[in-house]
């Protein structure tokens, strides 16, 4: 795990999979706080499988062990979200609506639910962007 240089906060984030042996393999993965924007979500996806999220005419893909930022700026208060698995053909495998947070920034987890071999989204945690400081 590399800790991105010049950043002034950066986010560690954990996960774990098993392997052929059924054994835990913990990952590790930074997030910079510089580059994750305001008003827009990082999904990290933590599932054992690539995925893809479609949000209106958004498309993007969410590879296994990868954070992906999503800008959420065409929408004013909420929007619907589809996750879908890509592999072997396209099929939902969650779907919401979501709200805008303006001045927040979002943290996205989407891992495996248990013994089920669907898709969950974890946890959601809002991170609170300071305001600018005044020019004097």
């Given amino acids: 795990?590399?800790?991105?240089?010049?950043?002034?906060?950066?986010?560690?984030?954990?996960?774990s999979e098993q392997d052929?042996?059924?054994?835990?393999?913990?990952?590790g993965n930074t997030l910079g706080a510089a580059d994750w924007k305001e008003s827009s979500l990082k999904l990290f996806n933590a599932s054992s499988e690539s995925l893809g999220i479609i949000a209106g005419k958004k498309?993007?893909?969410?590879?296994?062990?990868?954070?992906v930022d999503f800008h959420a700026g065409e929408w004013s208060q909420?929007?619907?979200?589809?996750?879908?698995?890509?592999?072997?053909?396209?099929?939902?495998?969650?779907?919401?609506?979501?709200?805008?947070?303006?001045?927040c920034r979002e943290l996205c987890f989407i891992g495996n639910a248990n013994g089920r071999g669907s898709i969950k989204i974890r946890s959601l945690l809002e991170l609170i962007v300071p305001p600018?400081?005044?020019s004097r």
């Fill in 132 to 134: 600018p400081s005044a």
């Fill in 20 to 27: 052929e042996k059924q054994q835990t393999r913990w990952l």
């Fill in 59 to 67: 498309r993007i893909q969410l590879p296994q062990g990868k954070a």
């Fill in 78 to 103: 909420s929007f619907p979200v589809k996750i879908v698995r890509l592999q072997p053909e396209l099929k939902t495998v969650f779907s919401s609506t979501w709200r805008v947070s303006e001045g």
């Fill in 1 to 15: 795990m590399k800790i991105p240089a010049g950043q002034k906060l950066v986010y560690i984030v954990l996960s």
